[in-house]
C-alpha cells in the first residue's frame, strides 16, 4: 500500500476544491455580489503587490485572504456609519486592531516582479521587429 504522502502528490486538479484550482475565490458563494467582487479586488490587489501569488506561500495567501475580508467587513460598517447607521466602535476598533495586525504580518511593502526580458525574449522580439518592418 503506497504511502499517505505519496496519495496527495499524485493527487490531480480535478480532485481539488474549486478555491484550490481558481475557479472560485470563495466556496459556496455567487462570485457576482458586491462583497464577493470587493473582496476579490482588495485580494488580487494585495497579492500584486506581494509580488504575485506564484511567489506567495499558502501561509501568507490565507493571511492576506484574512485581511480581504476584514477589510471588506470594515469598508461595510463604515459604510453604515457614513450612512448615520449606528454602529459599535469597540467592534470597528478591534476589526482596525485585527486590520493592523494582519498587515504587519504579510508586510506592506511592495515587493516588485522582474519584467526584465532575458536576452531570448530581447532577441526574438528584435527579431520580431525587424521581420515586421520588412
Known amino acids: 500500500m503506497p504511502a499517505a504522502s505519496t496519495k496527495k502528490a499524485d493527487r490531480k486538479a480535478v480532485a481539488r476544491s474549486r478555491v484550490t484550482n481558481g475557479a472560485d475565490v470563495l466556496p459556496n458563494t455567487d462570485g457576482r455580489s458586491a462583497v464577493v467582487r470587493r473582496f476579490r479586488d482588495i485580494l ?3 497579492t500584486s503587490d506581494q509580488g504575485g501569488v506564484e511567489r506567495m506561500s499558502e501561509c501568507r495567501l490565507q493571511l492576506v485572504r484574512r485581511f480581504a475580508a476584514a ?3 470594515a469598508e461595510e460598517m463604515e459604510a ?5 447607521e449606528p454602529i459599535d466602535i469597540s467592534e470597528h476598533a478591534l ?9 504587519q ?10 519584467i ?10 528584435k527579431l520580431a521587429e525587424t521581420e515586421v518592418a520588412e
Open 105 to 114: 504580518r504579510v508586510g506592506i511593502n511592495r515587493i516588485p516582479r522582474n
Open 95 to 103: 476589526l482596525c486592531s485585527t486590520l493592523c495586525r494582519l498587515v
Open 44 to 46: 488580487t490587489v494585495i
Open 71 to 73: 477589510a471588506c467587513l
Open 116 to 125: 526584465t526580458p532575458t536576452l531570448a525574449e530581447y532577441l526574438e522580439g
Open 80 to 84: 453604515r456609519l457614513a450612512r448615520g
